[in-house]
T-cell receptor, first 111, second 112 residues
Framework: TQLLEQSPQFLSIQEGENLTVYCNSS?????LQWYRQEPGEGPVLLVT?????EVKKLKRLTFQFGDARKDSSLHITAAQPGDTGLYLC???????????FGTGTRLKVLA | DVKVTQSSRYLVKRTGEKVFLECVQD?????MFWYRQDPGLGLRLIYF???????EKGDIPEGYSVSREKKERFSLILESASTNQTSMYLC???????????FGPGTRLTVL
């Protein structure tokens, strides 16, 4: 069974702190997506990474795809309360169309 | 802008009722999906459709059926609602299977 494990599961930090969220698998992915889901809403796509070693920046968010395309990380610089939400990684395992979601990281940023 | 809409944000139904959840996308996407999301269990795929009138079971299809009569609309049907179907239901669409998915706002269904 292909899995995407995310860590940490929960994270509560003060405004202004930096944090990193991890997404790991034993399977190779042809691409990985990161989503943010706010309470009571559907997930919203943040970014897609495709190439091993790729780094993408979205304002204070930096996304990295592992060289072997089995893992990814999301780094937030100077977190703000608006970053609060559930962060999900997801993607299709290589050679299939099966799209799987990670276990999620619930982030709370305190003002 | 990409848009997926769901017919209700909140729904309360009684055990045994037939429930219809509607989803519409305006992106001309081929593929549409229904998930349920429960605390500690993450997103679980119920059914998906890769073309009009075509459907495939996901990981937890029991107790559900779907209908896709038009490309833009995908319906989830609970034939006889039960309390264990109380959940957040999310609809999504994608251009191609395996591509990023675009989600609706969700329907929080409570079955009493």
């Amino acid at each position: 069974t292909q899995l995407l494990e995310q860590s940490p599961q929960f994270l509560s930090i003060q405004e202004g702190e930096n944090l990193t969220v991890y997404c790991n698998s034993s399977s190779v992915f042809s691409s990985l997506q990161w989503y943010r889901q706010e309470p009571g809403e559907g997930p919203v796509l943040l970014v897609t990474v495709v190439t091993g070693g790729e780094v993408k920046k979205l304002k204070r968010l930096t996304f990295q795809f592992g060289d072997a395309r089995k893992d990814s990380s999301l780094h937030i610089t100077a977190a703000q309360p608006g970053d609060t939400g559930l962060y999900l990684c997801a993607g299709p395992t290589s050679g299939t169309y099966k799209y799987i979601f990670g276990t999620g990281t619930r982030l709370k940023v305190l003002a | 802008d990409v848009k997926v809409t769901q017919s209700s944000r909140y729904l309360v139904k009684r055990t045994g009722e037939k429930v219809f959840l509607e989803c519409v996308q305006d992106m001309d996407h081929e593929n549409m999906f229904w998930y349920r999301q429960d605390p500690g269990l993450g997103l679980r795929l119920i059914y998906f459709s890769y073309d009009v009138k075509m459907k495939e079971k996901g990981d937890i299809p029991e107790g559900y059926s779907v209908s896709r009569e038009k490309k833009e609309r995908f319906s989830l049907i609970l034939e006889s609602a039960s309390t264990n179907q109380t959940s957040m239901y999310l609809c999504a669409s994608s251009l191609r299977l395996g591509n990023e998915q675009f989600f609706g706002p969700g329907t929080r269904l409570t079955v009493l």
